[in-house]
């Protein structure tokens, strides 16, 4: 079972971390406060309250002959005193209590025990406390939530940037992998800040180098490789052709063609990789163009031209794809073979088994056929030369199959290539097309 996972950037992240801990110490502080505060006013209250009982008991001592009665609304043996109190009294204590109620606000009892054995008691309520405490409350909340909303700006403005930097390194990142090798991710992300994000651009640099170095060394090595194998090569094809005439003579002769023709692409290859190569520019009628060049490659194959166009090309290089993408449809596809010019565009499409997965997700890969390539045969090197070359023009080229994904027959498959409006010169650099009038 596929888990649904929730997508959220690095800035809301941040911010709702930094959030959750503001609010969560907002709260804590506000408990711890309100609880001080509350303990601090009933001790007060409970000081001013034995004070107060304290002066009674010192007038009603004093006037006890003349039988007055109790001052500062005390009372003798009052029948709502809490028994607790009476026990303290009983005990010789001058004692207080705090009375709770369901409205907030409490009552501050006191009590002293008279020479009679009597109990001179104080009763107060303190709405007071409890309005302070309310206005008290409300000020925390207010600088809570301005201390939670705080924190999330902070925290979006230091995941933002945190998140700049990241989607920097990403994209610096996605253009090394699509061969910008000139391409560095430290010195995309910038900045004065040195954080982590740089130790990753600095490792994924290193990484790019190293890999660009045995990418480099591999080339060099086919590319030597396929060199000196030319010599041997041309050799063996003008000894087959001293060979008497025979089955085996042939069989010879199209072995070391074969040959000759895999060393010549891989040059091929390694000259493409080396981005050495440059386009020599004409400007050619792309339909007739192509009308022509098929008829000579492929005479069994259909040729329409929707719309034509002239386009600044190299001729060259041009037949060059064609004849592989023709080559590779009579091989590996089916027919017919249809070729279909609109524009600037130029469709090859063929009635086989369609392009493998493999090639559909990750492109054409030199020496990589595979039993699902079509007829399994064949050294991958075509597809892969019309790619770079297409990359030499400045082109795209594209690979699909002509049914939808999941169908039980594809139809064939389709390669398109898309000619650009301003083509690369021969210096690589790019131009502004004109047409002659």
């Known amino acids: 079972m596929k888990h649904l996972a929730l997508r959220t950037g690095v800035r809301w992240k941040i911010s709702i971390a930094i959030a959750a801990v503001g609010a969560l110490i907002a709260v804590a502080l506000s408990l711890v406060v309100h609880n001080a505060a509350r303990v601090s006013m009933l001790d007060n209250a409970r000081d001013t309250q034995v004070v107060r009982l304290q002066f009674a008991l010192r007038l009603f001592e004093s006037k006890k002959q003349q039988q007055q009665q109790p001052q500062l609304g005390s009372k003798v043996n009052d029948p709502s005193l809490p028994r607790e109190l009476r026990r303290r009294a009983a005990e010789n204590r001058i004692s207080t209590l705090v009375v709770e109620h369901a409205n907030g606000i409490p009552d501050v009892w006191a009590a002293a025990p008279l020479s009679d054995g009597d109990v001179l008691s104080l009763h107060s309520r303190y709405g007071s406390s409890a309005s302070v405490l309310q206005d008290l409350d409300r000020a925390l909340i207010i600088g809570s939530v301005s201390v939670v909303l705080g924190g999330s700006a902070l925290g979006v403005l230091i995941g933002g940037q945190l998140s700049r930097r990241l989607r920097k390194a990403a994209a610096a990142a996605t253009k090394v992998a699509q061969g910008g090798t000139d391409v560095r991710v430290q010195a995309a992300i910038g900045g004065l800040v040195r954080d982590e994000t740089d130790e990753l651009a600095r490792a994924v640099d290193a990484m ?180 770079g070359q297409a990359r030499v023009l400045g082109a795209r080229l594209t690979f699909r199959n002509a049914a939808p994904e999941g169908a039980k027959e594809t139809g064939g498959a389709i390669a398109v290539l898309w000619l650009p409006e301003h083509a690369p010169t021969n210096t690589g650099s790019f131009h502004t097309l004109t047409r002659p009038s």
Do not use: C
């Open 208 to 387: 790019t180098d190293t890999l660009q170095e045995r990418v480099e060394a591999e080339r060099r090595v086919t590319a030597d490789i396929a060199h000196e194998l030319r010599t041997p090569v041309t050799g063996l094809l003008t000894a087959a052709e001293l060979l008497p005439p025979g089955r085996p003579t042939e069989l010879v002769r199209n072995r070391a063609q074969a040959l000759r023709t895999l060393v010549e692409d891989v040059l091929e290859v390694a000259r493409l990789d080396s981005a050495s190569e440059r386009a020599e520019l004409q400007e050619i009628a792309l339909g007739e163009f192509v009308s022509r060049r098929v008829t000579i490659m492929a005479p069994d194959a259909q040729v329409r031209v929707v719309h034509e166009s002239w386009v600044n090309t190299d001729p060259r290089r041009l037949e060059r794809i064609l004849g592989n993408l023709l080559g590779n449809a009579a091989k590996h596809g089916g027919t017919p073979v249809e070729v279909t010019v609109e524009g600037r565009v130029v469709r090859v499409r063929d009635h086989g088994p369609g392009f493998p997965d493999t090639l559909l997700r990750e492109g054409p890969s030199r020496f990589r056929t595979g039993s699902s390539d079509r007829a399994g045969v064949g050294h991958g090197l075509g597809l892969t030369i019309a790619s």
